[in-house]
């Protein structure tokens, strides 16, 4: 795992203190090893690794706000520390649920995006599943609403994409 | 995680399509959620709204393959498809490509009979006439012409709680097999007799021992049943037969579709 070796090499500078600056101006202070899960902020370190002081550098993250950011540091972080452990799958998907049972849906989505952006794929995987888990056997209009989706369909568009397959949308969970 | 070109122009990417709102999630998200979610579920999910509809999904499987099962009727050529999560019986004629709604089965969605015959585990298509094997209890025998349909419960099934795996059609009758059923229970002497003579000619036909499986109807008395106009009291069983436990699934298909 990518993780893992990462940490490893890293351990002599975990210390290090790496500055991450959110979409809304703020300043982060992370551990090297954390950072350098986040694939911005990797390339970022590389195309600056002249730079002999670490602590100088600011990577801008401008797409990941301040309080998905500071949501996402804890968690990377612990999910480091259990995967350098040669540790049970049981242990990191009990702290997967842990981490996702009290996510609003907003928050999912606000950390799904930044998932995909810090390209931290083992979120990303976990997010998904927790999505999915949450909008099946629910009907479209109960999804759209739980999710604040637009309808943008025409009525007439709905109408025939409905009459395709008319079974597919009876039969779900009451919302 | 490789770094250099390719995660520079994957990063430019996201952040073009970048968006803080869920129907604007990139076609990657998309697909990974979509992945997660059965047949039905992503029919309902494409509903949602454009963006999910139009996003790429070549290549997409769903997370349940298995609650669909794939009766064919020779005759018409009509596939019949059950959904087993929704007890739903769809129909697709020659020359079209959607499914249509054949039948609920409503009488076991009451949350007490769905707990108690369990879901759907195989439909055989014979005659006109739709045999629904359910996990435990009975099968259901269809017809969807008369839209009438009859409960066979289940032979030997006393205390047992035997789970009744698959159901094949094979020279005009019905086989149910399970896992568990160890002792063979015949009816009377001619069904052991039967059964006997079955086990020995199947064993020699299959090349191998033929052990562990009910014969539960002939498929000819139950299509008459529904022909004729009066339906008489239930004979049933008219021989056990045995079927090899280990069997592959596939295998035990093929072998009987050859």
């Not at chain 1, 972080?77 to 242990?91: D, H, I, M, N, T």
Request: glycine share 4%.
């Amino acid at each position: 795992m990518a993780s893992s070796s990462s940490s490893s090499s890293c351990s002599s500078s975990s210390e290090k203190k790496i500055t991450l600056k959110s979409s809304d101006g703020e300043a982060l202070n992370v551990e090297k090893n954390v950072a350098l899960e986040f694939e911005p902020a990797k390339g970022f370190l590389e195309d600056n690794s002249e730079e002999a002081d670490d602590e100088a550098i600011v990577v801008p993250l401008p797409n990941v706000s301040a309080a998905v950011l500071s949501e996402l540091i804890p968690y990377v972080k612990q999910r480091l520390e259990l995967s350098a452990k040669p540790v049970q799958k049981k242990l990191i998907k009990a702290f997967d649920d842990q981490f996702t049972r009290h996510l609003s849906d907003d928050k999912l989505g606000e950390l799904m995006l930044a998932a995909n952006y810090l390209g931290v794929n083992y979120l990303l995987d976990v997010l998904c599943d927790v999505t999915a888990d949450r909008i099946k056997n629910k009907s479209v209009e109960y999804v759209r609403e739980f999710l604040g989706i637009q309808n943008d369909f025409t009525p007439e568009e709905e109408a025939e994409l409905r009459a395709q397959c008319p079974w597919a949308f009876e039969g779900v969970d009451q919302d | 995680m490789a770094v250099g070109g390719g995660a520079e122009s994957k990063r430019m990417k996201i952040e073009r399509q970048w968006s803080s709102s869920w129907s604007r999630l990139p076609e990657d998200i998309i697909f990974s959620i979509m992945n997660r979610l059965g047949y039905v579920g992503q029919l309902r999910f494409r509903a949602v709204c454009k963006s999910w509809r139009q996003a790429n999904i070549r290549g997409i499987k769903s997370a349940d393959t298995l609650p669909w099962k794939m009766a064919v009727d020779p005759r018409s050529c009509c596939f019949v498809t059950l959904l087993t999560i929704k007890n739903t019986l769809l129909i697709q004629r020659p020359g079209e490509t959607t499914w249509i709604k054949l039948a609920i089965f409503k009488f076991f969605d009451t949350e007490d009979s769905s707990e108690k015959y369990g879901p759907a585990h195989n439909v055989e298509y014979v005659d006109g006439v739709l045999f629904i094997s359910f996990e435990q209890i009975a099968v259901v025998a269809y017809n969807p012409k008369l839209d009438d349909s009859k409960l066979y419960p289940y032979p030997c099934n006393e205390g047992k709680n035997i789970v009744y795996e698959y159901l094949f059609e094979s020279d005009g009758n019905l086989l149910l097999y399970h896992d568990e059923l160890d002792d063979l229970v015949f009816r009377d002497k001619k069904a052991r007799q039967r059964y006997e003579r079955k086990h020995k000619a199947e064993t020699k036909r299959l090349g191998r021992d033929f052990v562990n499986s009910d014969v539960f109807e002939s498929t000819a008395n139950v299509t008459s049943l529904f022909s004729g106009a009066s339906w008489i009291s239930r004979k049933f069983i008219t021989t056990v037969l045995a079927m090899y436990l280990n069997c592959v699934l596939s295998r035990v298909i093929f072998a009987f579709l050859k």
